[in-house]
């Protein structure tokens, strides 16, 4: 089964993220899935400060904002799709990730299956 590891950084006062993971932990994380023969696909984003989110209201007029809401405290910075047996073993993936350590989290989601 196929699940969304959905990446949260934690963010310090001044909207730095927090923790200590280095480039060097996420390669070696990275290779791990690989190696595993788990992964499935997976990006880091580009900065949160580069975010617009667009909704459209009651009329249809679109609303358009550039970069993150100021009250959010986490960024969605990037996802992870593995191909593991069940939710257990996506969860123990999920709980090695850099990302899910300094306040970071981890979402971990199934993809929906419409028959395909």
Known sequence: MKYLMLINASLDADGQAKGDCTPEDWMLYDKSLKEAGIYVHGNSL?????????????????????GPFAESREVLGGYFVVDVPDLDVALDWAARCPGALGGGNIVVRPLASYGD
Do not use: L, P, Q
């Open 46 to 66: 580009a900065d949160f400060t580069t975010a617009t989110a667009i909704r459209v209201d009651d009329r249809g007029e679109r609303i358009v904002t550039d």
